[in-house]
């Protein structure tokens, strides 16, 4: 059965720098989300992202996070400079449409920031 | 202040026996209701779907109830195994034109053999 693909599973940065999540959606899904799950709380939508331009965006997606579909296959997720409280596990999601479809997730990216 | 974490209600049940989780959803609005279960270190995984025209769905050894009047959707687990000991949360879509899918709390199943 295809599946959501993320790496790295584990990705350690220090205060400040820059991250890259990257996720491969199933390929014939159109839409892209990113959510972001802290420690022992819910999981929080971020973003998505249809047809080459972000569709909705939380309040925690700031100009510090970026999205981007550079290619066919691959979908990023970027913060800029990250902060501690960005440490988290990131999850990537496709779904086939947009509404009253299921998200299938991919099995996420931990990142800590130090 | 803001809580640091969650303590997630849990459902303890026996092997073999019947487990029901329970969820409440917040806007009247949503029409469309999922089940997703997480096992420790991996992504949400779907189980099971409702659309708000449906009180009632079932899957393979699941069922989905959900009722419009008092918001509650609840998931039912027949003859529950080992396996099946994770984390279940409920998402919904909170309105027409949105892809904001809000995922609620979360309830761990503890399953005993």
Redo the contacts between chains.
């Keep these: 059965e295809p599946e ?1 693909t993320q790496t790295p599973s584990h990705q350690v940065t220090q205060m400040g720098q820059e991250v890259i999540l990257r996720c491969v959606p199933i390929s014939n899904h159109l ?1 892209f ?1 990113w ?1 972001r799950q ?8 971020l973003v ?1 992202f ?1 047809n080459n331009e972000i ?2 965006k ?1 309040e925690i997606f700031d100009d510090q996070f970026s999205v981007e579909r550079p290619d066919g296959s691959n979908f990023t997720l970027k913060i800029r400079s990250t902060k501690l409280e960005d440490s988290a596990m990131y ?1 990537c ?1 496709s779904s086939p449409m ?3 479809s ?7 990216t931990r990142l800590t920031v130090t | 202040g803001e809580s640091v974490g969650l303590h997630l209600p849990t459902l303890s049940v026996q092997e073999g026996d019947n487990s029901i989780i329970n969820c409440a959803y917040s806007n009247s609005a949503s029409d469309y209701f999922i089940w997703y279960k997480q096992e420790s270190g991996k992504g949400p995984q779907f189980i099971i779907d409702i659309r708000s025209n449906m009180d009632k769905r079932q899957g393979q050894r699941v069922t989905v109830l959900l009722n419009k009047t008092v918001k509650h959707l609840s998931l039912q687990i027949a003859a529950t195994q080992p396996g099946d000991s994770a984390v279940y949360f409920c998402a919904e879509i909170m309105a027409s034109g949105t892809y904001k899918y809000i995922f609620g709390t979360g309830t761990r199943l503890k399953v005993l053999a």
């Design positions: 959501v839409y989300y959510y802290i420690l022992g709380q819910k999981v929080e939508f998505s249809y569709s909705e939380s999850f999601a947009g509404y009253n299921p998200l299938h997730f991919g099995n996420g």
